[in-house]
């Protein structure tokens, strides 16, 4: 399997997710929602690492980790200049953050904090608004059908 279509697989789960999301925000189950929004988002810095950086991402779900590693490769296409993305990292690092929380707070060692587990309506949809505005900010990233890289994939069958 080629970088590009491993870039779409992670894609299309990123996006499956999304919509699974908005699924069980109808339907009012919020804990799942909060974990989707993480799920989202390390599947989106996933397929944009394998892109960029032409290797399997790795076996990680800290999405922190994979977002510093994205932007620390020289082939990430900043769109203007460095410092426009720089400035925005810190915001981004806070939303990652926040939503590794909700993923972890799923592990075994969190039995004694049962009550973090339940994530109310208002945190839910909050993070759902804030993950779709990161996955938007970072597709802006994302490499465009007619650029040289899809067809020399493309060339090479």
């Known amino acids: 399997m080629k970088k590009l279509e491993k870039y779409r697989y992670w894609l299309m789960l990123s996006d499956y997710d999304l919509e699974t999301v908005n699924v069980l925000a109808a339907g009012g189950r919020w804990v799942y929602v909060a974990y989707l929004c993480q799920q989202a988002v390390e599947r989106q810095l996933k397929g944009m690492y394998v892109f960029y950086h032409n290797s399997e991402a790795p076996k990680t779900h800290n999405i922190n980790f994979l977002f510093s590693k994205l932007l620390a490769n020289e082939e990430f296409p900043f769109l203007g200049e460095r410092r426009d993305v720089d400035a925005r990292r810190d915001e981004c690092e806070d939303f990652l953050i926040d939503a590794m929380f909700y993923y972890m707070s799923d592990y075994p060692f969190s039995y004694k ?30 490499p465009s059908p007619g650029c040289a890289m899809f067809e020399e994939e493309a060339a090479q069958g």
Request: charged share 25%; proline share 0%.
């Open 113 to 142: 904090n049962i009550m973090n587990r339940f994530v109310g309506e208002q945190n839910a949809l909050e993070l759902f608004r804030r993950t779709k505005n990161m996955i938007a900010w970072l597709r802006q990233f994302q």
